[in-house]
């Protein structure tokens, strides 16, 4: 069973930038679907950001022009480059793997958080 493993946050402040990195155990060419979430405190888990293998992209309306989503095949990793990041953007960010009969695979999380 393939893992991943979320890294690359932390504590940045507000107009600053983080990059998060999701590391996979196996091959993600499996997975058609790589994507992004992140939850708030008190608030449901949502999709941020994904990227099929064709290499096309989804934004949720929140992060479009500030996040970028990439999947790495060759190094089975995901990234998600994070700009002008906002107090509203902390929240645990999660990475999430999805094959096309519908399995999906989850990361453990890691923090982010802006403030000043």
């Known amino acids: 069973q393939v893992q991943l493993v979320e890294s690359g946050g932390g504590l940045v402040q507000p107009g600053g930038s983080l990059r998060l990195s999701c590391a996979a155990s196996r091959d993600i060419f499996n997975f058609d679907i790589m994507a992004w979430y992140r939850q708030a405190p008190g608030k449901q888990r949502d999709m941020i950001a994904a990227v099929r293998n064709s290499g096309s992209t989804n934004y949720v309306d929140s992060v479009k022009g500030r996040f970028t989503i990439s999947r790495d095949n060759a190094k089975n990793t995901v990234y998600l480059q994070m700009n002008t990041l906002r107090p509203e953007d902390t929240a645990v960010y999660y990475c999430?793997?999805?094959?096309?009969?519908?399995?999906?695979?989850w990361g453990q999380g890691t923090q982010v958080t802006v403030s000043s």
């Open positions: 999430n793997a999805v094959q096309k009969s519908n399995f999906q695979v």
